[in-house]
């Protein structure tokens, strides 16, 4: 098993502590982070350069399409990023799919995406992205994308089933043949760690926390993985930290330990 962070989290610890992004870049490695997730629109041929000179990986670019447009422009720039960044993965995120029109358009050209992907050897996924006017933000809707489109495969979202009132454990079982990737994310229901960060489909609000230091059962869920022979990438995810930097330290300590490699 190996580990990563979010780009957002490297350029927290700088705004939080006033290092350079080469510096931060370092001070992540060296925690043993070997990947890094990035927004299409945060990714660039210098910032592509840092990674590789501090030993990080571009695990995956995620990227935002509104379907009610044209994406064509969009989606190239992603194919051209993601064979340039030789990721292994590539996570497009529809804006909004709560109409039959917009989800039609997005199951059609994704289907097609995940061809474009295959050919230069990239895996497309879809997560449980939790936020209003998107289908997949519940097990029943991100399942409708998997099916449409066979070649997908799921990115595990441990933090995101929350929205919906779903069950993570009972979501892990469901999808657990196509789970090929992993966003450990933790929930509070208080600002410990930070302040409130999203807002639930039911009204209530959580924020970030270190990955084991909140109301989810990721150890139990890490250890769940490991013992059912999962060797793929763990990405620690968690927003709005006020200490990103040590909740960083915290998240890998805890995923080493689950994961037998203290």
Not at 165 to 181: M, P, S, T, Y
Not at 219 to 231: A, M, P, R, W
Request: aromatic content about 10%.
């Amino acid at each position: 098993m190996e580990f990563g962070v979010f780009n957002f989290e490297i350029v927290n610890v700088m705004e939080q502590t006033g290092k350079s992004f080469y510096d931060v870049c370092r001070e992540v490695r060296g925690m043993g982070y070997k990947y890094v997730e990035i927004d299409l629109d945060e990714l660039d041929l210098d910032k592509l350069l840092i990674f590789r000179e501090n030993i990080l990986h571009i695990s995956s670019i995620y990227c935002f399409l509104d379907f009610a447009g044209d994406v064509e422009e969009r989606i190239a720039k992603l194919l051209k990023m993601a064979y340039l960044a030789d990721v292994h993965f590539v996570m497009p995120i529809p804006v909004r799919d709560d109409t039959p029109e917009l989800k039609a358009a997005a199951i059609a050209r994704l289907g097609k995406l995940c061809g474009e992907l295959a050919a230069i050897g990239v895996q497309m996924v879809m997560e449980d992205f939790d936020g209003p006017g998107k289908s997949f933000a519940a097990s029943s809707g991100l399942k409708s994308y998997l099916d449409a489109i066979p070649a997908c495969r799921c990115c595990f979202d441990t933090g995101n089933f929350i929205h919906c009132g779903e069950n993570v454990e009972q979501a892990l079982a469901f999808f657990r043949k196509d789970i090929v990737h992993i966003h450990a994310k933790d929930r509070r229901n208080d600002e410990k760690y930070g302040k409130f960060s999203h807002t639930n489909a039911d009204g209530s609000r959580v924020s970030g926390a270190p990955v084991g230091c909140g109301i989810l059962p990721l150890e139990k869920i890490v250890k769940s993985l490991v013992n059912d022979g999962f060797e793929g990438i763990i990405i620690a995810e968690h927003s709005c930290c006020s200490d990103q930097q040590a909740a960083l330290l915290e998240s890998i300590t805890n995923l080493k330990k689950w994961c037998g490699q203290e």
